[in-house]
């Protein structure tokens, strides 16, 4: 059962929209406000008046829900992409985090950094290094909120959003090898593009045991974490119901049934306490 602390999430439909950078904005806008936000809170973080830097910010939708809730936000890609414009708060920047002069041009320390569903999109041989980058963004105390698809559930694969053919309804094209996944793809029609993404975040893959791995060995240390067979952005792009998992802690089976996962990290250091205060 999942315990309703939040405002509901309503459906989006695409169609309704003028344009996919419209819904995508909105999509993530809703996800924020009506979720994320009143669950950091609901954890003891506050926003209100707190730096926020969301890395691998998208359309900025996310962003602008934390600046409405009156955080000094920043949202970054290392591309461009059609942010909305006209004010200071959020404000919005191409630049790659790992770079020698990216605290600099950020405006570092944060008081939160977001990583929404970016880990997965890292390299596995940069994971590391990604995180040495983010300990020169923060300060003691500042928080880090991750999310993720593990990569062996249903669709950590990220096939029901890469893939535009019949397979991207398929469950568990993740498990399939690559040498046979690819002549499938390109036998179902799929683009050379969408087939090369599928190739990356299969080399990216993230699972909770190996992010655990990941947050331990970068020095963080896990201070909430909840686990879902329904994710909250499922609700919105798709109209199901969020469903909590109690199954997070489990090896192997939580990486297959459970859908989704988010945490909340800080920095250890010598006030940090020994045991995380896990609320799912």
Same mark, same amino acid.
């Given at each position: ?36 936000? /009143?669950?950091?809170?609901?954890? $003891? ?6 730096? !926020?830097? %969301? &890395?691998?910010?998208? +359309? ?19 591309? /461009?992409?059609?942010?909305?414009? $006209? ?6 920047? !191409?630049? %790659? &985090?790992?770079?020698? +002069? ?179």
């Amino acid at each position: 059962m999942t315990t309703r602390l939040f405002t509901k999430l309503s459906f989006l439909n695409q169609n309704d929209f003028s344009s996919w950078q419209e819904y995508y904005f909105q999509y993530q806008f809703q996800l924020a406000q009506n979720y994320y936000i /009143p669950l950091i809170q609901h954890w $003891g973080v506050e926003v209100a008046n707190k730096s !926020v830097l %969301d &890395i691998g910010c998208g +359309n900025g939708g996310f962003t602008s829900a934390f600046a409405q809730a009156d955080s000094d936000c920043t949202g970054v890609e290392i591309r /461009p992409v059609p942010w909305p414009g $006209g004010s200071k708060n959020p404000r919005f920047l !191409v630049q %790659d &985090i790992t770079s020698i +002069n990216a605290p600099d041009v950020l405006g570092a320390p944060f008081d939160i950094i977001i990583l929404r569903d970016v880990i997965e999109h890292i390299a596995i041989s940069q994971k590391h290094e990604f995180f040495r980058a983010i300990d020169k963004l923060i300060h003691p105390g500042s928080k880090v909120l991750v999310t993720f698809p593990p990569f062996y559930s249903p669709f950590g694969l990220h096939q029901q959003t890469l893939l535009k053919r019949g397979l991207k309804k398929i469950p568990f094209l993740g498990w399939i090898p690559e040498m046979l996944l690819t002549p499938i793809l390109e036998w179902s029609g799929e683009t050379e593009e969408d087939i090369q993404e599928i190739a990356h975040i299969r080399e990216c893959r993230i699972t909770i045991s190996a992010f655990r791995k990941l947050a331990n060995n970068a020095d963080y240390f896990i201070q909430n974490e909840k686990y879902f067979h329904i994710r909250p952005s499922h609700e919105i792009r798709y109209g199901w119901k969020t469903r909590e998992s109690k199954m997070g802690n489990i090896p192997i089976l939580g990486e297959i049934v459970n859908l989704g996962t988010v945490f909340l990290l800080e920095k250890i250091s010598d006030s940090t306490p020994s045991q995380s205060k896990k609320d799912t």
